[in-house]
Structures are given as C-alpha cells and as structure tokens.
C-alpha cells in the first residue's frame, strides 16, 4: 500500500466507502463527490499506521459498526483502528482534522555503509545551531533552518541501520516533511549509503493542547 | 519467486505497477496444488493492460477452473525493464511472483500491431525463446490471441498457437487437453492442440510464394491438420461466463470504470471495420442479465460509473428499457452510466439526457468522412441531417464540447471530400449558435480529430492501397488551410506509424524476421511516440530484405492468395468481393437487421443464429 499515491489513496478508499454502502454525505453540482478527505499527503513509498481521516454521513451509525463494515469492506494494506465520532455544532463551522494538526512522528530507518564514523557525525549534526536545508516550493527554493521544527529526535544504531524516532512539526501553520529532514541528515551523515532509501512510517498526528501535544484521536473536540 | 526490493521500486515511476495485491485479485494455493499455471500477458504498461475488458474475461474464464492458476503480466515500463536486466530479474505474474519462464502457458493478446515488439520483449525477459521454433521441451507454450490474431502471419514464428475468435469456450478445451496430455511431447501436444476448432498452429503449415512474392500455396503438412481454421464463436452469449468482480487497479488506468458487454457483432456493414466483418453474429445478453451482472460488480467493486461496451450500442435492441433501469436503479447511489461513442443516426437526446442524469460526459460523433458521396463509399451511411439534428438536440440540452472522428485517406477519396471535414464542422458550430443564448450553454468547443486509415483484412477494403504518406499530408494541410473557426480545434495524426500498420495488418511471415530484427535494435513501446523510432524500422526493414511498400501501398487482385485467406471468419471472401465493387459504384449496403444482405454468416456458422437473444419491438 505505500506504493500508491495519495491521490490514487483517497480513489482507494472511495470505492471502500462505496462497498460499504454507508450513507455519505456528497457536494453539491454538477460533478458531486463524497465528503471524504484524508491526511496531509505522504510521498510515495511512505508508510503510515497512523493516518487520519474526516468522512461526514447524512445518518447516524455507532462507532464500531463504522469501523467493522469499512474492514469488512477493505483491502489489504488499509485498516481503521480507531473511530471517533463528532457531534455537530449548530451554526460553527466543522473544523477538519488536517486544519488542526500541529504535529507528526515518525519512523525512519536509514542503511549505514561504513559503521566507524556514524555516531560521531549525527553527534556534530545534533550539536550545530542551524540546520540549515534547502526547502523547493512552487514559488522557487528556499533556505530555511529546520531544527527548531524538529520537536524530538532519538536514535539508535542496529545491526547497520541507524534508526529514528521523530517527532516533527506538522500541518498548515508550520511544517517539516519528513522527507526533507531525511535528505538533510543523509548529506550531513555521509556514512549513510547514498544509494538507499530511507524507509519511513509515519506513527501518529497530533493537536497541541495548551502546551501537551496530544494524539488527534484524545485530543480532537 | 522474483523478490523485488524496495530500493528498486523507489528508483521507477509508478511502482504500484509492479506489486500486485489489488484487491480482487485471484490467490491460488500453489504450494499444496498442481495447478496448470497460465501467464495472461498484455504487451503493453499496465494502465493500458488493466483497462481491457478481454484479459479481465479470460482471467474470470480460467480462474473458475480448480485445475488452472490464471495470473495477469504486463509490459514494464523501460525504466523497470533497465531494473529487472540490471538484478536479474525475470518477468514474473503479478499475483505470485513466479518467473514466466515457470508457468506452463504464456497468452498474449494481440490488440495492437505495433505491441509486437513488446512480445517479443517480454519473452526475452522471462528467458523464454523469441522463436517458437527454437523452444525446447521445459520452455511454456506461447499462445496468441485477439483481434490481430485474425492475421496471425506476421508472428508466425513466435506464437506456438493462435486462439481465433471468442475465447471463452476456445481456451477451456486447450486446458481439458492439456490436462489429458500432460505427458506427451511438445510437438505431439501442438499436433493434438491444431484438432481443436478455432486453434491455429502455423509449425503445421507450409507456405510458397510465387516470383512476385505473393503467396503461391498455404497447405497444411499433415491430413490431420484443418485445411481451414474456423473461428470460435459462443453461441449462448447471454450465459457465458462473465466475472463477477474486477481487479481493482491500485493507480489511475486508461478506463477505469465498469464494464458491461452488452452484445458482439454489428450490423451495419461499415466496409473498413473488421470489427463488423469477424464479430458476427449478433448476439445480445438480455436486460434482465446484464442488469444482474451490474448489481454484482457495483457490490464487488466500488466503481460508480457503469459503462455499457458494444459495438453500435445503441443498436442494442432494448436500448432505451435497459438504460432507464441502469439510471433508476442506480441513481441514489450516485453510479452514473455511460455509453461509448454513437451513431449519429441513432443518437437520441432522451437516451443521452437519461445517462446524464449523475454526470455530464463529453460527446463524441465518428462520422468518419466529410462528404455524403465518401460516406456512402464507406457504408457509414449517415446523412449531414443527422448529425445537425444530433448535435442541434445536444446543444440545445447543454452540451458545449464535441468531438468529431474522421478518417483520411480512406479508398476512392479526393482532397475535396477531406476539405469537407471542415464544412462539416463548420456547420456543426453554426448550428450552435442558431439556438438561444439562453438556452446553450456557454463556451463551445467542438474537437476534430482525422487519422489515417490502414486497410484491414477481413473487410471489403482489405485489397487496397494505403494512401501514401505524401497525399496524406497534402490532404491534413488541406483540411488545417480549410478550418476558420476559432472554436474548433483540430488534432491530427501524421505519424509513419500507420504505414508500419498497414504493412503488419497484411502482412505475411516474411516480415516475422523484421519484426524480431527491430526488436533486437531496440524497438519497444512502439505505439509510444517517446520510444517509437522510425529509423529503426527502416534498418530493420532493409537488413532484412523486405520492401513494407510491397504490403501497405500494393492494391491486391481479387485473384491473390492473402495470408488470411486460411481462416473463415463466416463472411464469405464473394461478400467482400461484392461491397468492395459497391464501394467503387457507391452503392450503399443497408442494415442487416432490417434485411439479410447474405454476408454468409448463417451458412457457415449454423449454430449461431442472427440476432439471438435480441427482441425487437
């Protein structure tokens, strides 16, 4: 399933939703489509388990009868673990889940070539004061410094692969794409093997609750 | 089985091609059963591939056996071709991974001349020998099948068997036999698999061609060995196999959408189709049936357009009944319904007006030639009225964007006739502005587009010259000088790869060593105009010794030996000799449905009766 696209993704799991019959919610005009949207896009070949996605239904239907009928209807490589429903608020505007998301982490695990030197570049890596990447938007590149995006790294080495836990700012107000953090660690890590990929999974979104981030699901009202 | 490694599918575009997984896909237990495995290949990338209704067929057809694994391969993509030569890795199924070279019989359908090359790749990349003369004992049976089939010379040495006509009942023989006859030798088994009606096995036949290169003889080597090759034909169509369920593709394909074949053959005596000739009789699937099939795939599938596929759809005999049910059925699950292109002089504003009650498609009109005198020569038969009153009726519902299909350089044409095309649509923009402002619906936009014709066999038409590439572009450049309005745009295809068309469409098995010398210099993908290399073929062509002039530009006596001659289609060759001189005369051929025109379809396939299954009101 990371092999898909996020466009193909959100074409996926229309045709679940159809399978399940669900009564959804659907736009108006010419061309209607149904009120689905899924997360913030992951790149080709990224992982997640933990991805969220807003559906609106035209009728009531409990938690894990929602849950039970999409798996049932599913296919390999997409599940839903969790449901929550939301109570509509008369005349507030429904908030969607990806406007609201303030964070993500990760795992990525990238293949070492030579062992010797690794943990002393990542040490002078995570010593520097700017981390400073290259960022390519539409508008032209631009050099931005991303530590203070980076909100927790840890990391190990095993068996030739170093591994990371990360927890990045994420969402429409300020916002670190793990594939650029990957990109600037592989250049300043040049142990790392150039010819492989970094394999990542994205693990969770998160809310900012006073200062507390908090998983979407615990936190999302 | 082939292991794929992750750095290699981040390395190409589009690695969902090469994963497999969809869902519906059909999983067999291979390590606790002998199965008869079956490579399903279409020579061509998988958004291609995965669109085609007649691989999800046969698929349907041999995975309802217990005895048979049926699994999909298509063309990868040069960047994973680069990939897989790089690490040793062998073409493989989608659904287990296993190498072709493993399977027991590798398909392919022939939809498309210029896919040749892509055969002819994929073999070499699963190991498999290119020629079918030089597979020994271990190496699979390469079987052949599709519309191209029904000139199969050109691959003559390539393709083990070739399966003509329908291929539901066709292939369920060839596994009974393979089953029975596990045990003989390859040639022993090719022997036994020629007995079977519709299968062709061009190792048991013998050709000899005169001084001037036309064929002298085409004899069978044995008395065993059917002289002629009937095709197959199902007789009960409206309960034959048909799936139940698709593989959903994981990426965005070519059509991606439900498909419900509603009836084979035509009757309208189009003297260029070879669809109309080699697909009768007509047969249709009852309402009730294809309603039931609907129900089936919309459950199973999640799609939410139902395209109903035919030749002439509208000709269906219960057009009208069978679209209203679809709509009303289906409209509060939002599945829309769509038709392929119309007849003009069958289009009916009710009928449009009917499918798009969920979504508004474009439309799209072929009426082929621009002049009434061309299309009669065609049998087209459609009149200048009727596509003002069409496009009129469109306009006035809301539609705003057309399209126009034509051909250029069909038999018998002028340059005047193809400077019609522009009067033509010319008069279509104008009929939108007749209707009210308030009415139409705002921005016209009418799309016309002309390719060039290629002379098929099998057809009225198939002993004439191409048109040469010359008067073919002094006509398009007529046609550009000739369109004024802004609102029409006009797309037209200039290529050689019509000519290279026209040659392997009739030609012979002397270009079976051209077609594997191009490959061998590269050719692949020809149908892509990024890897399609003229030059190449040229070179081919030459080293070779075979003049392609000889086959597309050379206007055949009725008196010649054709390659295809060997296989009875049902339509008698007198048939053809006969519209063929009513073209010349411009003498149009009527629908047969109204009267029989003696195609002799009923004589030869006395077990197929005209119209079965159809009610006429």
Request: proline letters at 4%; aromatic letters at 10%.
């Amino acid at each position: 399933m990371k092999w898909i696209s996020y466009l193909d993704l959100l074409r996926t799991i229309q045709r679940i939703v159809r399978r399940t019959d669900f009564d959804i919610k659907y736009s108006e005009g010419f061309n209607p489509h149904m009120s689905i949207s899924i997360g913030q896009p992951l790149s080709v070949g990224v992982e997640s388990t933990g991805d969220y996605m807003d559906v609106e239904l035209k009728s009531e239907i409990s938690e894990n009868e929602f849950k039970s009928r999409f798996n049932e209807n599913s296919q390999i490589g997409i599940k839903i673990v969790d449901v929550l429903k939301v109570k509509e608020v008369k005349d507030a505007k429904k908030k969607s889940s990806m406007a609201m998301l303030d964070g993500a982490s990760y795992e990525v695990s990238m293949k070492i070539s030579q062992n010797e030197k690794v943990i002393e570049e990542i040490e002078a890596m995570l010593l520097k004061e700017k981390w400073e990447a290259l960022k390519k938007s539409k508008n032209g590149d631009k050099v931005v410094d991303i530590k203070p995006l980076v909100l927790d790294l840890k990391y190990e080495i095993l068996e030739e692969e170093l591994k990371l836990s990360l927890l990045l700012k994420a969402g429409s107000r300020s916002n670190l794409s793990c594939d650029l953090l990957t990109s600037f660690i592989k250049e300043q890590v040049p142990s790392l093997s150039a010819d492989s990929f970094p394999r990542i999974k994205r693990t969770e979104m998160f809310l900012l609750k006073g200062e507390k981030l908090l998983p979407m699901i615990k936190a999302y009202n | 089985m082939n292991k794929i490694s992750d750095d290699i599918l981040y390395r190409v575009e589009k690695p969902s091609r090469y994963i497999g997984g969809e869902l519906n896909s059909c999983i067999k237990d291979i390590s606790n059963n002998d199965y008869i495995r079956f490579a399903f290949c279409f020579p061509d990338v998988y958004e291609v591939g995965m669109s085609h209704l007649g691989s999800k067929i046969l698929y349907h057809v041999l995975n309802s056996r217990e005895d048979t694994y049926c699994e999909r391969v298509f063309a990868p993509w040069p960047d994973m071709e680069k990939e897989m030569r790089d690490n040793n890795i062998l073409l493989y199924g989608l659904e287990s991974k296993d190498s072709l070279n493993q399977f027991d019989f590798v398909g392919f359908t022939l939809q498309y001349e210029m896919s040749y090359t892509n055969i002819l790749n994929m073999l070499d990349l699963s190991k498999i020998p290119v020629r079918a003369s030089q597979r020994g004992e271990d190496d699979p049976i390469v079987i052949c099948g599709g519309p191209c089939a029904y000139n199969p010379e050109p691959l003559y040495d390539i393709a083990d068997i070739f399966a003509l006509g329908e291929g539901e009942e066709e292939l369920n023989d060839l596994m009974d036999l393979y089953k029975e006859m596990k045990h003989l030798t390859r040639k022993e088994f090719l022997r036994k698999a020629a007995t079977i009606e519709g299968m062709y096995v061009p190792s048991l036949y013998e050709v000899t061609y005169n001084e001037d290169n036309t064929i002298k003889s085409f004899e069978p080597l044995y008395d065993d060995v059917p002289k002629k090759v009937k095709k197959r034909i199902i007789t009960n169509f409206n309960d034959v196999s048909y799936p139940d369920k698709f593989v959903m593709p994981h990426s965005e394909i070519v059509h991606d959408r439900i498909m419900l074949e509603t009836f084979r053959g035509c009757t309208r005596g189009c003297r260029f189709c070879q669809a109309g000739m080699v697909y009768r009789p007509v047969r249709e699937k009852t309402p009730e049936k294809l309603k039931e099939l609907s129900r089936e795939l919309i459950k199973s599938t999640g799609y939410d357009e139902l395209s109903l596929t035919s030749l002439s759809i509208c000709d269906y005999s219960q057009i009208e009944n069978l679209v209203h049910s679809l709509v009303s059925e289906n409209v509060e699950k939002k599945v829309s319904v769509s038709l392929p292109s119309l007849r003009i002089d069958s289009f009916s504003v009710e009928l449009i007006k009917e499918i798009q009650k969920v979504r508004k498609t474009g439309l799209t009109f072929a009426p082929e030639a621009g002049s009434q005198r061309m299309r009669d020569v065609i049998n087209k038969g459609v009149t200048e009225e009727n596509l003002r009153d069409s496009v009129r009726a469109a306009f006035e519902s809301g539609w705003s964007t057309i399209k126009l299909y034509f051909m250029i350089g069909l038999p018998y044409e002028t340059e005047e006739d193809v400077v019609k095309i522009a009067e033509l649509a010319q008069m279509v923009a104008e009929e939108y502005y007749k209707v009210p402002k308030e009415l139409r619906k705002k921005g016209l936009k009418i799309t016309v587009s002309t390719a060039i014709f290629v002379p098929k066999p099998h057809t009225p038409f198939q002993w004439a010259p191409q048109d040469n590439m010359d008067s073919v572009k002094s006509k398009i450049s007529a046609l550009r000088n000739a369109i004024k309005s802004r609102a029409i745009n006009y797309n037209w295809h200039e290529t050689p790869v019509s000519y290279l068309e026209a040659i392997f469409a009739r030609g012979d098995r002397r270009l079976c060593d051209v077609i594997i010398r191009a490959f061998e210099t590269g050719a692949k993908f020809d149908g892509w105009s990024e890897y399609f290399n003229f030059e190449n073929w040229m070179n081919a062509f030459s080293y070779c010794n075979v003049d392609g002039d000889f086959y597309a530009f050379r206007e055949r006596s009725y008196e010649e030996i054709l390659p295809w001659d060997f296989i009875d289609i049902g339509v008698s060759k007198e048939y053809m000799i006969s519209e063929n001189e009513k073209a010349k005369a411009v003498v149009v051929t009527g629908d047969c449905r109204k009267n029989c025109t003696n195609c002799g379809i009923n004589k030869s396939f006395k077990e197929g009766k005209c119209f079965e299954g159809a009610v006429f009101s």
